[in-house]
Every structure is written in structure tokens, then in C-alpha cells.
């Protein structure tokens, strides 16, 4: 086994770092109930933003994941984070309505952790509705010729024909969908979708591409190419970490055993690119001794894929991946986590966005910061050790 003598994450750093973010998402609510936290923060703290953008999902998914934690703990501010959810559900649902910037595939990220939380955790109609309406955006993006959900920019491109590995993360809100309309078309798309990414996005030494472009007259794959990775044939540190967490889910919903082949592929790489800490570059390609910023958001993605997967694996199996889970949560808990609120609004540090590089087409912002995702997945993984979570996806 890789990292052998790591120390895992004991029970009580678990409840520690549960309260501290819980309490630390209380601390915010005065600034960001009627707003939502930007991607990534600024010298550790995040601004307030409009509900416009991929990522304010993760914000009200971490008040969710806190009023879980206060109601539990019969702390009075679950009433207060109750509150703020709900709040955040009418802007959710005037979003979509109002089609606010919705025109790409992030539904998923922004619907599930914050409509359809508040839909299972609390019976919100408006969740309901939102996230709905949420599926049915997402489905618009479908190509039947190439078999998947275009993730970026107007559908009749040639040079947007293209889906990202991060898009599996946002199909569990399909299969929602159906389940709660009984009508199959939502995860029929979703089947078809996982198939072509998973067929396509992982390479023979099972890292993977971050996006895949098909030929838009056939539908044939084309040809992988980076974003937000270093360069065209490196594996992003996230990317690798959405694959895990996709593969883990993919299973959930399709119960295809291929699927728990390729999680453990995906996962065993991501392992053996890691550093001493277990706590990744933002691009696999780096390791200890190079001067480039970590991406501790993908420790945490990584482990909540691994804990989510653990339920359907045999108990020698799980053990394994449970320990991996437990030993970056400890480092990051150690390490990476916000302990002192005077240091930041947020709750994990040095994540990285988007870092432009020679070979990459990104954009630079966010780097080695608090990211939004970051500080959900976080406490998610916390979360899932604490108790039996009945997952938001
Ligand atoms: N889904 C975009 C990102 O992970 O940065």
C-alpha cells in the first residue's frame, strides 16, 4: 500500500473540523445569505457576488452540509442556517427561471448541492421546482450524434464540441430528476453521457484528459486537450479528482461493474503522482521540490469519490480506500484547513482555480487560494466520516 505509515484522520479532528466550519459558515451568513461567496478568495477571503456563476452552488451546500451538523448538535443556528438555505433556494429558482447565466452544463454543481439538498433535507417545493427546471436546461445540452452534454458555449460550434471530465459531477442531478418526475429521458442522457466520457477521458496510463472534442458531423472522438491543466498531456490534479469522484458515481447510478475497474485505476494514479503530504499540485506532473501551488480541493474531491465508492466495494477493498480517504483528510485537516477566523472567511487554503501556464488556454485567478468547491468538498468528506451521509448528488 502506497503512504502506509500516514496517519489517518482520528474521530476527533473529524468533529473538530466539522464544528470549526460549521461555526465559521454561521460567522458568514450576515454577509452572504442574501449574496453567495465568489469562486476563490482574495488574500484568504472571499467577496460577495451575485447568484451569476458556476460555483455559488457549493456556498449554500455548505450551509446545508452546517445545518445538518447545528441541527444534530441541537445548536440553535441550525434555525438561522435553515433560514439562509431556503433564502438561497429563491435565488436559485429566480436564476433559472430568469436563465442567468445557465448556458453551460454546471447544473449539476449548482443545483444539487443547494436545491436538491434543501429538497431532501427540509421538503423545499421551490428546491424541487428549481432543480427541475435545472435538469431540464442541462438536457439541452445533449448531442445525440456524439452521445454527450456539451459543457461550454453555443451548441453549433465545431470548437466547442467538446465535454470535460468535470461533467460528472453534474449528471447525478439527472438522475434525480428522473426519479422524481418518473420520467426516464433525464437519465437515459445521463447513461449515454457517462458511457462516452468515461470510454474517452481516461488515457492507457489512466490519468485523463481534462476535455475531449468530438467530430460534430459523425460524433467520433477526436482528440484531447487540456484547460486548466499545465499542458495538453499532463493530468490536472482536479480533473484526476473529478474523475475519481465520477467513477464512484457513475457506478451509483448505472450499478456498472466496469465502472468500480475504473475508479481504482483513476484513484491508484492519482496516488502515485501525489506528494509526501498527499496533497497535490494543481497538475500531476508536479511534485515535491517544484515551485508551483497545490490544488488542496482535489485531496478532498478524491476522498469523498473514495468514501462514496467504499459502499459498494468488498470489505477488504473498502478498508484500503477508506484509509486513503482518512490519511488526506488528516493532512488537510493538519495542514491546508483554516483553524483561526481572523486568518480567513473560508475553510481550506492553497487550492488552485486556474493557472495559466506556457501550454494552457486558462485564465489566471484563484490560485493558491480558498475555492469555493474546495471549502464544500472539504466538509462533505468531514461529513461522510462523521456519519452515514445521505448524499446531496
Ligand atoms: N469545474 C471547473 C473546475 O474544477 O475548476
Not at 334 to 351: F, I, Q, R
Request: net charge negative; proline share 4%.
Amino acid at each position: 500500500m502506497l503512504f502506509e505509515n500516514m496517519p489517518v484522520i482520528t474521530g476527533e479532528e473529524v468533529e473538530s473540523g466539522l464544528r470549526f466550519s460549521a461555526e465559521q459558515v454561521v460567522r458568514n451568513l450576515p454577509e452572504f445569505t442574501y449574496k453567495f461567496q465568489k469562486a476563490y478568495s482574495v488574500d484568504g477571503f472571499y467577496e460577495p457576488i451575485e447568484n451569476n456563476y458556476w460555483t455559488t452552488g457549493f456556498w449554500t451546500g455548505e450551509i446545508w452540509l452546517a445545518y445538518e451538523y447545528m441541527k444534530e448538535a441541537g445548536d440553535a443556528a441550525a434555525e438561522r442556517l435553515r433560514a439562509a438555505g431556503e433564502i438561497q433556494i429563491d435565488s436559485f429558482l429566480e436564476r433559472i427561471e430568469r436563465k442567468i447565466e445557465v448556458d453551460h452544463h454546471d447544473m449539476g454543481f449548482l443545483y444539487s448541492p443547494s436545491c436538491v439538498a434543501g429538497y431532501k433535507l427540509i421538503g423545499s417545493k421551490k428546491g424541487r421546482e428549481a432543480a427541475i427546471k435545472a435538469a431540464d436546461q442541462l438536457i439541452t445540452r445533449y448531442h445525440p450524434v456524439g452521445e454527450f452534454i456539451q459543457a461550454w458555449g453555443p451548441m453549433d460550434a465545431p470548437e466547442n464540441y467538446r465535454l470535460i471530465i468535470d461533467c460528472l459531477l453534474n449528471l447525478p442531478l439527472l438522475y434525480w430528476a428522473s426519479e422524481e418526475t418518473g420520467d426516464g429521458k433525464y437519465r437515459e442522457i445521463a447513461e449515454k453521457h457517462i458511457h462516452t466520457a468515461v470510454k474517452n477521458v481516461i488515457r492507457e496510463d489512466y490519468s485523463t484528459w481534462h476535455t475531449f472534442f468530438f467530430n460534430m458531423e459523425t460524433g467520433a472522438p477526436d482528440h484531447g486537450a487540456t484547460c486548466q491543466g499545465y499542458r495538453d498531456g499532463s493530468a490536472w490534479a482536479r480533473g484526476q479528482a473529478w474523475g475519481i469522484y465520477g467513477c464512484a458515481l457513475a457506478y451509483k447510478y448505472t450499478g456498472r461493474k466496469e465502472y468500480i475497474e475504473n475508479f481504482k485505476h483513476v484513484t491508484q494514479y492519482f496516488l502515485e503522482h501525489l506528494p509526501k503530504d498527499m496533497v497535490p499540485f494543481w497538475d500531476l506532473e508536479f511534485t515535491d521540490g517544484d515551485d508551483q501551488p497545490r490544488d488542496s480541493s482535489s485531496a478532498s474531491i478524491a476522498a469523498c469519490g473514495m468514501l462514496e465508492m467504499i459502499k459498494s466495494m468488498e470489505p477488504e477493498d473498502a478498508a484500503v480506500y477508506k484509509k486513503y480517504a482518512m490519511q488526506l483528510m488528516k493532512s488537510v485537516y493538519d495542514n491546508y484547513a483554516v483553524k483561526d477566523e481572523t486568518e480567513s472567511n473560508g475553510l481550506v487554503l492553497h487550492s488552485t482555480y486556474s493557472n495559466h501556464s506556457p501550454y494552457n488556454t486558462c485564465n489566471h485567478y484563484g490560485v493558491d487560494e480558498c475555492n469555493s468547491w474546495g471549502d464544500y468538498f472539504y466538509m462533505e468528506a468531514l461529513t461522510r466520516l462523521h456519519k452515514d451521509w445521505a448524499l446531496y448528488w
